[in-house]
């Protein structure tokens, strides 16, 4: 699966482990942490991101960068809100160059 399109297949993943949430997954016990947990976890994620951008290699950034869109997915769906909505927000502030 190439492309964004993995990240519509990511999120149901997600949704999956918040509806029936396996005793070994990650994502749930982010879930059971609530979400305060899952909001400093994106803090923590959004920050090492931060860092690995002015000081870390492209690979170290890519990474920080897939944990931080991870961690955004958990706490979106835990708060139902979805990726599709994100982005029509997105393109609702887009205004096309004249």
């Known amino acids: 699966?190439?492309?964004l399109d993995f990240l519509n297949t990511l999120e149901g993943i997600i949704q999956d482990r918040l509806d029936d949430?396996?005793?070994?997954s990650y994502t749930a016990r982010i879930?059971?942490?609530?979400?305060?947990?899952?909001?400093?976890k994106l803090a923590e994620e959004a920050a090492e991101?931060?860092?690995a951008a002015v000081a870390e290699s492209?690979?170290?950034?890519?990474?920080?960068s897939a944990d931080l869109l991870?961690?955004?997915l958990v706490l979106?769906?835990?708060?139902e809100l979805s990726l599709e909505t994100v982005v029509a927000e997105l393109e609702g502030r887009h205004r096309p160059a004249p």
């Open 1 to 3: 699966m190439a492309g």
């Open 21 to 24: 949430p396996p005793p070994d």
């Open 31 to 40: 879930a059971a942490g609530g979400e305060l947990l899952a909001a400093k």
């Open 49 to 51: 991101t931060a860092l």
């Open 58 to 64: 492209p690979a170290r950034l890519t990474e920080e």
């Open 70 to 72: 991870y961690h955004l």
């Open 76 to 79: 979106l769906r835990m708060r």
